[in-house]
């Protein structure tokens, strides 16, 4: 298949109207691709679309197995018409190469200059690994914006200046692109929560453009290798007016500036919870 017909067979699978519309965005008012607009999209996406494991952990007490052991999910599978059916037809979440794998496709399709980047993300040792463990987004405009709705906590609201520039989101978190100390990339993406006088390194990473294949490989190891961070517990995040929610298998956390709420949820009822704080039911699809 060419180029050329791969992305005309990319767009007969995709509605970009209806993508805005499931992130609570009337299309009617999405007119011009300028930074108001993609702002305005990014907030709306990080509040409306959770981050979420299930399509690799599984259902944590629905899919059990003879041994009682939960089954594995759905699996990952990086191609825009896949990703779109999940995100926006059944109104599921992903990590971040689903989220901001699909959201490439949107921006695109609502005539951005929009680059696909590989990051590293840092864990808490230090370490950045495995290499391409993330997809962002950079965004021509008037200068080039990394812009990010698929990072589960901290969550970056607002697109963030290539050039340094600190700015502020609506829950008081900065962000600020500096440049990496590392000789294998280039920037870092930094936030500082409110109080903080350290600003706190996300991810690595260089302003290459890449194409969504180029992350099969570590999605692959992310979602089978014993040792991944996605392999262990369901979670299930969102981005709130005032804070954010965050599921585990058997807490619900709510943090509403600053401060932090926990409350037990039982096996009977987690998925109700899922529905209510979420907007969505698991299915393996």
């Known amino acids: 298949m060419t180029p050329e017909s791969s992305e005309r067979a990319r767009r007969a699978r ?91 496709a949107l921006l695109a399709d609502l005539g951005y200059d929009v680059d696909r980047v590989a990051a590293r993300v840092v864990g808490d040792d230090g370490d950045a690994r495995p290499p391409a463990n993330h997809h962002a987004n950079v965004v021509e405009l008037d200068r080039r914006y990394v812009v990010d709705v698929g990072m589960g906590v901290p969550t970056m609201r607002r697109p963030t200046p290539l050039d340094g520039t600190p700015n502020s989101d609506s829950v008081g978190v900065e962000w600020r692109i500096a440049e990496s100390d590392r000789p294998d990339e280039t920037y870092r993406s930094e936030y500082r929560n409110p109080g903080d006088e350290e600003w706190s390194t996300r991810y690595v990473f260089s302003d290459v453009a890449r194409e969504l294949h180029y992350f099969e490989a570590t999605n692959d190891y992310l979602q089978s290798d014993p040792d991944s961070p996605f392999r262990g517990d369901p979670v299930v995040s969102v981005a709130t007016e005032e804070g954010h929610r965050k599921l585990s298998s058997d807490t619900l956390t709510e943090y509403v500036g600053g401060d932090e709420r926990e409350r037990t949820v039982t096996p009977e009822e987690w998925h109700a919870t899922l529905k209510r704080e979420f907007g969505f039911r698991y299915d393996r699809g």
Do not use: M
Request: with cysteine.
């Open 14 to 104: 995709s509605d970009p109207e209806a993508y805005l519309e499931r992130i609570g965005v009337d299309p009617e008012t999405v007119e011009t691709a300028d930074l108001q607009t993609l702002e305005r999209i990014q907030r709306a996406h990080v509040t409306r679309v959770p981050f979420e494991n299930l399509a690799i952990v599984g259902d944590p007490y629905a899919d059990r197995a003879a041994d009682g052991d939960a089954k594995d999910g759905e699996g990952v599978v990086l191609s825009t018409p896949h990703l779109y059916e999940k995100v926006v037809e059944r109104r599921r979440g992903g990590y971040c190469f689903e989220l901001n794998g699909l959201f490439h």
